[in-house]
Every structure is written in C-alpha cells, then in structure tokens.
C-alpha cells in the first residue's frame, strides 16, 4: 500500500515550504490539491510536475475513495491545500479518516499554519490554547459560539474573513468582554502588520476596514478566574502539608 502525505505549503511567502515538502511533492504519483490552479503556481516555483487531481470541501465522497483505491494500489499520495496546513479550517481530515480506515499509512509534513504563526507573536500565553478557526457567520449558531467559549481559561484563536473583522470584535467585547487580543494580518507576505492592544483598542485601530488574511488571537479567561484557579493550587499545596 502507498502513503498518505498531509504536506503543509506556505501561507503567503513561497519560500515558505520545507526541504522535505518539495522532496514528497516531486516523487509522489499525483497531488490532491483544495485548488489545482493555486497549488499548480507552488509546484511551477519548484519546477514540479507531479499530476494535480482536485479534492475539495465539495468533493464526493466516492472522488476520495477513488483515491484511496489509488493508495490501496501501492500509490503515494500527497494532500495540500491552498494555504497552511491541510485540515485546519481547510479540507483533509476526510481523506486522512478514510484512509485510516483502510490501514492506509499516513504521514505528516509539517511546515506553516497560520494559527501557530499568529500566537507564537501574539505575545500572549501559548499553553494551553485552543483553536476556534472560523465563528459561524450569524444567527443561532454564531451566538451559541460566542457563548460556549467565553469561560475558556485559555488563549483563543480564530480565523477571520476581512469583511467580518470588525464584527467579531464587536461579538468578542460583547461576549468575553474586553480582553487583550493580537489581530495578525498577512502573515508573512508584503504588507504583514500585527496589532496588538485590547479589543476596544483594536475596533478603534480597523475602524476603517482592513484587507488581506486575518488570524485573531484572543486572551483567554479574565484575571478574576486565573486568581481561583492559583486558590486552588494553594490549597492543594496546603492539604499536601498538612498530610505529610
Ligand atoms: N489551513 C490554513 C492554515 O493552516 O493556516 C488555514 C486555511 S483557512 C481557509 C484561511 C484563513 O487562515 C484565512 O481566512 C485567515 O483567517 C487565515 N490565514 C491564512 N493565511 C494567513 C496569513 N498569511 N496571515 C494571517 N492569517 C492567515
């Protein structure tokens, strides 16, 4: 049986890509990209030529299994997608279960995310973190989004269309409440920028709009919380003494 490779491209700097990427993209049998077009502009970069089919979140799932009959037969295969890693907030997992579930090897090739990208520089905590990627775009389910995850203790990351910035920020104050937050944009490319401040701070600085790709990274659980959690580690350390 051949291997599946989960092989991360760049997220906007093409140099961005490792040794080993270019090594697995040029001698797999063919390439199942989220956009043949974008991933095509990649591999001409390289002067790669290996074969493109295209495998998206609209794909059937009967196109996948036909990949995976390609790997069952001995072939290696690669997934990308058109930025970062595949399957975060992008498709992959499908693929990767399936082949699992036919005793298919997969493999990882790490390299670029934004997410990661975005809270190693926000200046934030970076342990734990939880990853959010996109909210819903409105309605009963944007609203339960904000809700379920406004008492994680933890730093938060989301992903965000420009268009919508200002909005998120808007249910973020209004949800968590005013929290420190980095706004990431265009990691890595020409017009890279992070701000950092609080949410209101933010919402004031992108009054205007703002273009280009976006990762947002958010503060987790106000002060008050951390103070009783460190409560809490008190005590045990005292219950701890007093047994001893
Ligand atoms: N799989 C990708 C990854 O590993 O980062 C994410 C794909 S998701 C469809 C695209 C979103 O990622 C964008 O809308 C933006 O929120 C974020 N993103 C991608 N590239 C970025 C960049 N260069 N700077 C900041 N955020 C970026």
Redesign the pocket.
């Known amino acids: 049986k051949g291997t599946l490779f989960v092989v991360a491209t760049p997220?906007?700097n093409l140099e961005d890509i490792t040794l080993r990427a270019l090594e697995v993209l040029r001698r797999v049998a063919v390439i199942a990209a989220e956009d043949t077009r974008h991933t095509r502009k990649l591999l001409s970069r390289y002067d790669i030529h290996t074969p493109l089919v295209s495998c998206h979140a609209h794909s059937s799932a009967e196109k996948m299994e036909r990949l995976v009959d390609r790997l069952e037969r001995g072939e290696d295969l690669a997934v990308v997608?058109d930025?970062?890693?595949p399957s975060?907030?992008?498709p992959g997992w499908e693929l990767v279960a399936m082949a699992l579930e036919r005793h298919i090897r997969v493999a990882a090739i790490p390299g670029p995310?934004?997410?990661v990208a975005?809270l190693v520089i926000s200046g934030l905590p970076t342990h734990p973190f939880a990853f959010l990627g996109f909210a819903p775009p409105k309605g009963a389910r944007r609203r339960r989004f904000f809700e379920s995850y406004a008492d994680l203790p933890m730093t938060r990351i989301l992903?965000?269309?420009p268009g919508r910035l200002l909005r998120t920020l808007q249910d973020v104050l209004a949800y968590w409440g005013d929290r420190r937050v980095a706004v990431?944009?265009?990691?890595?490319?020409m017009h890279e920028e992070v701000f950092r401040g609080t949410i209101r701070e933010a919402m004031d600085y992108f009054r205007e709009g703002v273009r280009g790709?976006?990762?947002l990274v958010v503060e987790g659980a106000p002060e008050k919380d951390r103070d009783e959690a460190d409560d809490d580690l008190w005590r045990e350390e005292l219950e701890r003494l007093l047994l001893v």
């Open positions: 997220i906007g997608t930025a970062g890693t975060i907030s992008d995310s934004a997410a975005a992903y965000e269309a990431a944009r265009e990691l890595t490319k790709e976006i990762s």
